[in-house]
């Protein structure tokens, strides 16, 4: 059972350094999809250890407050947590932040979940909108374990593709690629006919958390090994890099955690 707080927040609109925004919105903290390696994690720390995917701040007021905000930048929906998680179906908080928000704001959503679908009505009100869907592809026993409660792979694919049947501007973030566990190639091939623009991201290990690393070390222990070799690993990126250049999609950005943050373009 997961436990909902509800909150009243100060501002809708966050100043951040995210690469392509200039701020975020979260109307949510904590998200039910509970990914063992979402780097959001550390925000239990604030909220009782609790375990992460077991409790989800609400930030109630926040249609409210979009009502009488503005910002001029992109803004990104969302940073801890995802905009469309289970809670969303009932709370409808997102859904009226959009409803409420001024159509001229550049947006884009991310999200793990085809419940975005419900929206598309409201998407096409904004001037500047793009609506992103991860997708990794992961097998149903590796997902089962490590994104134990987010809509299937299959099901997030189909909602690029209904995104795009219906105008709405999509793209598709390949994220966490781990190696021997993504095959970031194949994902582009399914999803190309139908996705307007890439972003891709390779696993942060250590934002991921010491249950993360012991769960791969001992399952996947040539990905973990792979991982944690620097000039194994600087080839690997090199090899998708390589097949991300020739694949012929826009490429938005190739964010890279390790030995140091980087991004790629
Ligand atoms: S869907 Fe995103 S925010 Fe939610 S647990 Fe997974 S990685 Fe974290």
Known sequence: M???????????????????????????????????????????????????????????????????????????????????QPVEQELQITRNVLKNMDKNVKLSILTKSDLVMRDVNIFKEFKHIEVGLTINGFDSSVKREIEPFSPSNERRIKALKK?????????????????????????????????????FEFLNLKAAGKEFKNWLSQNYPESYNLITDKHRFERFVKTVVDTINNSGVIVRGVCVHYPKMRFLK
């Not at 001029?72 to 469309?84: C, E, F, L, R, T």
């Not at 582009?188 to 307007?196: A, P, W």
Request: with cysteine; net charge positive; proline share 5%.
């Open 2 to 84: 997961v436990k909902i707080i509800k909150v009243k927040a100060k501002k809708a609109f966050t100043p951040t350094r995210i690469p392509g925004a200039d701020y975020v919105l979260n109307q949510y903290i904590g998200c039910e999809h509970a990914c063992k390696y979402c780097y959001a994690k550390f925000m239990s720390k604030w909220y009782g250890h609790a375990a992460w995917g077991s409790w989800v701040v609400v930030k109630e007021n926040m249609p409210s407050l979009v009502k009488n905000e503005t910002v001029k930048g992109s803004v990104y929906m969302s940073s801890v947590s995802d905009p469309y």
């Open 163 to 199: 995104l795009h049947e219906q105008g709405v501007k999509n793209y598709a973030f390949i994220s966490p690629i781990i190696p021997g566990l993504v095959d970031v190639q194949a994902l582009i091939e399914k999803t190309k006919s139908f996705t307007s623009s890439y972003w």
